[in-house]
């Protein structure tokens, strides 16, 4: 894939409110799963049993964000005697043993058995608790233009979003953000969109992602099958195409920073294995004062918040003149820690995303230069990522955002 980044670039000084001194005004981490699917759209399980199962594997947050539509209504599902079917008799029996006789409602109609869907509000008063557990409102909008998709996920919305439709890829985007953003600042209500898996299908090359406006959220890591998250032979992976992203933005587009999130987009609850799009790959970890999904989303909009597919920390601090990460180690285990950036000086880029420090020091800790756009983290464990999807074999990892050293 051609990087298209002029060796010689007029810096636009944008040092003003970017510099991430992220405290968010909050101590309490939380991690949660973005990116979910239930029958409600195109998952192969009932959506309590998908809350359920990120209540019971130590999640705190949990987004259900289906194609093109909120879980609401009265909506009834077909009772299949296939048992290849996502919804069959052995599954309604399994939701009425976890959940009671009284939680599964089943009718017949002309001989035909037929399950109702649990709504929105339904699956939260059933498994909210508060300050363990929550469910957030979202909706992935599915666009596609000349078969290319263009998925949008918003977030803690309260109105189902349409489709907007646009004449190219880079209108369709905006059309579909911009509907988030009229939704957010008329409800006054803070609204995270996420540019979902822009290597799936090569959806989105880094510059087409570097030159998106409206929201600052894309997927470094999304965990269904497909998304080619490290790249192949012919296009960068997400990590590369970040800072091919952010040199663009922080330089010739005179954009804003782009904070990256891990993801499972689940879809497969039921068949497990790398071919699947299967829960617990990819999540956030969210620094908030509370756990609601206004502070949730306000702190992610901070960029208080990591990306993993498995390693934990026990903080990070971003100071002026440093960057500071501290790893929850495990046994037996061993860390490195890369600190990444683009370096200009003179006016001129030294390289996209170089490795400005590895260290395998924990706590470790980088202190700025000066002459950084920005600098990133990325944590890389000696622990392989078993629950990994076909092709992406590889270490468990943490993504932290970047940040823009203070100039002053
Ligand atoms: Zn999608
Ligand atoms: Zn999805």
């Known amino acids: 894939m051609p990087r298209r980044i002029p060796r010689t670039v007029s810096i636009i000084l944008l040092f003003v409110a970017v510099t991430g001194c992220t405290s968010g005004g909050g101590e309490n981490w939380y991690k949660g799963n973005i990116h979910s699917h239930s029958i409600w759209s195109d998952g192969d399980a009932a959506p309590e049993h998908v809350a359920d199962w990120y209540k019971s594997n130590g999640y705190q947050f949990l987004v259900l964000s289906e194609h093109d539509l909120i879980a609401e209504g009265e909506r009834w599902f077909e009772i299949s005697i296939d048992r290849r079917s996502v919804l069959n008799d052995d599954r309604v029996e399994d939701l009425k043993t976890r959940f009671g006789e009284d939680w599964v409602t089943v009718r017949e109609i002309d001989g035909q058995q037929e399950m109702r869907l649990k709504t929105f509000e339904e699956i939260r008063n059933r498994f909210e608790a508060p300050g363990e557990f929550i469910l957030v409102k979202g909706e992935e909008i599915s666009e596609r233009f000349e078969r290319r998709p263009l998925h949008v996920s918003a977030l803690n919305l309260a109105e189902f979003i349409e489709r907007q439709g646009g004449e190219s890829r880079s209108s369709t985007m905006r059309n579909n953000l911009d509907a988030v953003l009229e939704q957010e600042s008329r409800l006054a209500r803070p609204i995270v969109a996420i540019v979902n898996h822009p290597n799936w299908t090569w959806a989105l090359t880094p510059q087409e992602l570097a030159a998106i406006e409206g929201t600052p959220f894309f997927e470094v890591y999304n965990g269904s099958a497909g998304c080619n998250n490290y790249g192949d032979e012919s296009h960068p992976g997400m990590d590369e195409a970040w800072d091919i992203a952010l040199t663009m933005r922080l330089t010739e587009l005179g954009l804003g920073l782009l904070y990256g999130v891990a993801a499972d987009d689940t879809h497969d609850y039921y068949t497990l ?5 299967n829960p617990g790959r990819g999540w956030i970890t969210v620094r908030a004062r509370e756990l609601t999904p206004n502070a949730l989303m306000e702190a992610m909009k901070e960029g208080d918040f ?15 003149s440093r960057y500071f990460v501290d790893i929850e180690e495990e046994e037996g285990i061993t860390y490195k820690t890369q600190f990444i950036g683009t370096r200009v000086i003179n006016g001129r880029v030294v390289q996209t995303g170089e490795v400005l420090l590895e260290t395998s020091q924990n706590p470790a800790t980088y202190r700025f230069s000066g002459d950084e756009l920005y600098v990133r983290v990325k944590v890389i464990s000696s622990k392989a990522h078993e629950n990994h999807v076909e092709g992406e074999e590889g270490p468990e990892i943490a993504w932290l955002q970047p940040a823009v050293p203070d100039k002053r």
């Open 273 to 277: 294995g790398p071919t699947y799009s």
């Open 306 to 320: 990591y990306a993993s597919t498995g390693v934990v920390l026990r903080d990070f601090r971003i100071s002026r």
